[in-house]
């Protein structure tokens, strides 16, 4: 299976309604160290080879073109317990604000990818997110889509904030923000930090000998 073609017609992503965030307190972080980084986890993702915009992005950034485009800095933003305190507020809020429902079921179609009021699926939660922090301030270069496989190889959108810290991942599917290595996930493309309408493989190494994204850039 070719992600790109995926990608190209975002069949996949978000087919299954997810459990509402809240049920899932218990995962729920608060603070972030400061200090060193993990020693088990690589902090930072890497990127490859140019790659497909998903359709879904496409036709968002046509309906919300404001949101697709650059604004602020290239540099990963310098995190600090005010930040960190920024993004699991806006996390936590847009996760009990949105309740999971699949485009299918809302739409009666597949794959639209919008700013959401009362329901949505995981693309519509990133936006969301994505959209508050930038704002609030954030850099677009730091705030970004990225499309993966999740725990049960299903399609997953999730956003990933860049900070000097590492690459840390907002998710719907639980409240706790993790470093992006540490998600389980097997990350396929995400939006470029140029450019938010370019996309750009990720070279998510621990993945590349087992697995369905075996050898997919």
């Known amino acids: 299976m070719q992600w790109d ?29 400061l200090g060193h980084g993990s020693e088990r986890s690589e902090p930072m993702m890497r990127t ?28 990963p933003a310098r995190l600090t317990q005010g930040l960190w305190d920024q993004l699991t507020s806006v996390n936590d809020e847009v996760n009990r604000q949105v309740q999971p429902v699949t485009d299918k079921e809302y739409y009666g179609t597949e794959e639209v990818w919008t700013l959401p009021d009362s329901y949505g699926d995981c693309e519509d939660y990133v936006l969301l997110k994505r959209k508050r922090l930038v ?3 954030w850099s677009t270069a730091d705030t970004l889509v990225a499309v993966v496989f999740d725990e049960v190889g299903a399609g997953h959108a999730v956003l990933v904030v860049r900070t000097d810290r590492g690459d840390f991942v907002l998710d719907n599917k639980v409240d706790a923000i993790r470093l992006w290595s540490d998600t389980g996930y097997r990350y396929v493309k995400r939006q470029d930090v140029s450019n938010p309408m370019r996309w750009v493989a990720i070279d998510d190494t621990r993945w590349q000998m087992n697995g369905p994204t075996a050898g997919i850039r």
């Open 135 to 137: 704002d609030l301030g």
């Open 5 to 33: 073609k995926i990608g190209a017609a975002a069949i996949g992503i978000c087919m299954i309604a997810l459990a509402p965030a809240a049920a899932q307190g218990s995962q729920r972080a608060v603070t972030v160290s």
């Open 48 to 75: 490859g080879s140019w790659a497909s915009q998903p359709v879904g992005h496409r036709d968002f950034c046509r309906n919300f073109p404001a949101e697709c485009q650059a604004r602020g800095s290239l540099q």
